[in-house]
């Protein structure tokens, strides 16, 4: 293909100009059917009449189906004359035999296609169906039921039973078997159908320490104790505090309870939401048993810490059933314990409005603010500042979802614009005991906390409140405090 400026077209005349030999001939011009064919095909017949309603093309597509419907209907044969169709010869003899031989016939007839075999004479009939030799079963301890009750019901005879629970009572009490335990049984071959299957193995976890056998050996029933060893090294975890310290510690693998657990000991020190920064580094060590089978229980905190720097927070749970144990309170690392009657921070969250007057967000005026505002993620948990009762659980006005809680000595608090609320009225609550959720019911701008102290019905400040109590080790008790501290700040953060 060449352009026009390629051969001088565009230059007049001369030997630049080119002649093809060949004129282009002008088209036929269309006949008057042929132009009402071509225009009649460019139209629409079938429009979408869902779309342009009422329009020159929806009235056409109407009439077409209008027509194509006055067609079908003058076409048809009518609505009560059946088409007759040609149908097949029923089958008989031979061919409906092989027919029906190859057929599924329905249980409510029966069932009886398909090709059958008759017996012969090599088929003896059984006077009695056969037992199986052994049966393995599975049984569950339920809540309050009975060992012996477990095994009867499975299939044991009642005398073997009882010979059976009092073995095993004799290496473990039948109380300190939980609820939900699996017991696996087999039980033998039995003489007759008229006597019950004698057992012939029975194994359980009795506790997490300890397995439980018993065997049939030389034709009586063996009991076998299965210790577990287990390793009581604590669980540490470390971190960094980030934005959330909840968050965080659960992030890096710390059970939930023990973070509340821990953020309620912080809080009896310091402020969650003022005194921790992102930059500070949690420490909480939890009891942790790992038997040699790979199950690992998890148990209470045993110790608290925060490093701020140059300030740490080091507090250690002492006292109650041992040194260390279950219960007992919170010691600081120089044996200071922990303070009674204070109330401690009722949510992990940063101080956003104090106690006083203040220029109100939404009133737009200056007003008397009487409680605290803590700024905190929306469903953050809100934790009772001391034990009381609740006196009032619902909607209150400007509060939105709001609890009150009376306490002793004239003292009540209260909590708003929750999101969700966790207490009843009239039910006693537990210092730290979660009532409830950040939310921004009622009157509010954001998700927080508005926290409110009242003594003898007057509000005050709750920053007045101080500690009445403080519990002091000393001697031998301080001697060995100081000493189980030390072991546990000895184990590795990860440790199992």
Same mark, same amino acid.
């Given at each position: 293909?060449?352009?026009?400026?390629?051969?001088?077209?565009?230059?007049?005349?001369?030997?630049?100009?080119?002649?093809?030999?060949?004129? @282009?001939?002008?088209?036929?011009? +269309?006949?008057?059917?042929?132009?009402?064919?071509?225009?009649?095909?460019?139209?629409?017949?079938?429009?979408?009449?869902?779309?342009?309603?009422?329009?020159?093309?929806?009235?056409?597509?109407? !009439?077409?189906?209008?027509?194509?419907?006055?067609?079908?209907?003058?076409?048809?044969?009518?609505?009560? *004359?059946?088409?007759?169709?040609?149908?097949?010869?029923?089958?008989?003899?031979?061919?409906?035999?092989?027919?029906?031989?190859?057929?599924? !016939?329905?249980?409510?007839?029966?069932?009886?296609?398909?090709?059958?075999?008759?017996?012969?004479?090599?088929?003896?009939?059984?006077?009695?169906?056969?037992?199986?030799?052994?049966?393995?079963?599975?049984?569950?301890?339920?809540?309050?039921?009975?060992?012996? *009750?477990?095994?009867?019901?499975?299939?044991?005879?009642?005398?073997?039973?009882?010979?059976?629970?009092?073995?095993?009572?004799? !290496?473990?009490?039948? =109380?300190?078997? #939980?609820?939900?335990?699996?017991?696996?049984?087999?039980?033998?071959?039995?003489?007759?159908?008229?006597?019950?299957?004698?057992?012939?193995?029975?194994?359980?976890?009795?506790?997490?320490?300890?397995?439980?056998?018993?065997?049939?050996?030389?034709?009586?029933? &063996?009991?076998?104790?299965?210790?577990?060893?287990?390793?009581?090294?604590?669980?540490?975890?470390?971190?960094?505090?980030?934005?959330?310290?909840?968050?965080?510690?659960?992030?890096?693998?710390?059970?939930?309870? !023990?973070?509340?657990?821990?953020?309620?000991?912080?809080?009896?020190?310091?402020?969650?939401?003022?005194?921790?920064?992102?930059?500070?580094?949690?420490?909480?060590?939890?009891?942790?048993?790992?038997?040699?089978?790979?199950?690992? +229980?998890?148990?209470?905190?045993?110790?608290?810490?925060?490093?701020?720097?140059?300030? #740490?927070? /080091?507090?250690?749970?002492?006292?109650?059933?041992?040194?260390?144990?279950?219960?007992? /309170?919170?010691?600081?690392?120089?044996? &200071?314990?922990?303070? *009674?009657?204070?109330?401690? %921070?009722?949510?992990?969250?940063?101080?956003?409005? =104090?106690?006083?007057?203040?220029?109100?967000?939404?009133?737009?005026?200056?007003?008397?603010?009487?409680?605290?505002?803590?700024?905190?993620?929306?469903?953050?948990?809100?934790?009772?500042?001391?034990?009381?009762?609740?006196?009032?659980?619902?909607?209150?006005?400007?509060?939105?979802?709001?609890?009150?809680?009376?306490?002793?000595?004239?003292?009540?608090?209260?909590?708003?614009?929750?999101?969700?609320?966790?207490?009843?009225?009239?039910?006693?609550?537990? /210092?730290?005991?979660?009532?409830?959720?950040?939310? =921004?019911?009622? %009157?509010?701008?954001?998700?927080?906390?508005?926290?409110?102290?009242?003594?003898?019905?007057?509000?005050?400040?709750?920053?007045?409140?101080?500690?009445?109590?403080?519990? /002091? @080790?000393?001697?031998?008790?301080?001697?060995?405090?100081?000493?189980?501290?030390?072991?546990?700040?000895?184990?590795?953060?990860?440790?199992?």
């Amino acid at each position: 293909m060449f352009l026009r400026s390629d051969h001088g077209l565009d230059e007049g005349g001369g030997s630049a100009t080119l002649s093809f030999g060949r004129t @282009l001939a002008p088209l036929n011009s +269309q006949t008057s059917l042929e132009a009402l064919r071509a225009r009649l095909a460019d139209i629409d017949w079938a429009p979408d009449l869902g779309a342009q309603i009422g329009t020159a093309t929806w009235w056409r597509g109407a !009439a077409t189906c209008t027509a194509l419907i006055a067609a079908t209907c003058w076409l048809s044969p009518g609505f009560n *004359r059946p088409l007759i169709g040609a149908t097949p010869a029923p089958l008989e003899g031979a061919a409906w035999e092989e027919a029906r031989a190859q057929a599924i !016939a329905p249980l409510g007839w029966g069932a009886n296609s398909g090709r059958r075999i008759a017996s012969n004479d090599l088929v003896a009939p059984l006077a009695e169906t056969p037992e199986r030799p052994m049966i393995e079963l599975a049984a569950t301890l339920g809540s309050g039921d009975n060992f012996s *009750r477990v095994l009867t019901r499975a299939g044991v005879a009642r005398d073997e039973a009882e010979s059976v629970t009092q073995m095993v009572a004799r !290496a473990v009490a039948l =109380s300190a078997i #939980k609820p939900g335990t699996q017991l696996a049984l087999t039980l033998g071959r039995r003489p007759s159908r008229d006597v019950p299957r004698p057992l012939d193995n029975l194994k359980f976890r009795a506790r997490f320490d300890l397995n439980v056998a018993v065997a049939r050996t030389g034709g009586k029933l &063996v009991m076998t104790p299965q210790p577990i060893a287990i390793d009581n090294t604590p669980l540490r975890i470390r971190g960094l505090v980030g934005q959330s310290l909840y968050r965080s510690a659960r992030a890096a693998g710390a059970p939930a309870k !023990a973070v509340e657990a821990y953020i309620r000991a912080l809080a009896s020190r310091i402020s969650i939401g003022r005194d921790v920064q992102a930059d500070n580094i949690f420490d909480i060590v939890v009891r942790q048993a790992r038997a040699a089978t790979g199950e690992v +229980q998890l148990g209470e905190l045993l110790y608290a810490g925060l490093d701020r720097g140059a300030k #740490k927070v /080091q507090l250690l749970r002492w006292g109650g059933e041992a040194a260390g144990g279950k219960g007992g /309170q919170w010691f600081e690392a120089s044996g &200071v314990g922990e303070r *009674r009657g204070v109330m401690s %921070m009722p949510v992990s969250g940063h101080l956003t409005s =104090s106690y006083g007057m203040r220029f109100h967000p939404i009133m737009r005026m200056m007003r008397m603010h009487k409680g605290m505002d803590f700024g905190a993620a929306y469903g953050t948990p809100i934790h009772a500042a001391m034990d009381g009762i609740v006196a009032l659980a619902g909607r209150s006005n400007g509060y939105g979802n709001f609890v009150k809680l009376t306490h002793s000595g004239g003292l009540a608090t209260g909590y708003g614009h929750m999101s969700r609320i966790a207490v009843r009225a009239g039910t006693r609550v537990a /210092q730290g005991q979660i009532i409830g959720y950040v939310g =921004s019911t009622g %009157m509010s701008t954001g998700p927080h906390l508005h926290y409110e102290v009242w003594r003898n019905g007057i509000s005050i400040n709750p920053r007045t409140i101080t500690f009445t109590q403080v519990a /002091q @080790l000393s001697g031998d008790a301080l001697r060995a405090f100081k000493a189980k501290l030390a072991s546990l700040l000895s184990v590795k953060p990860g440790a199992h």
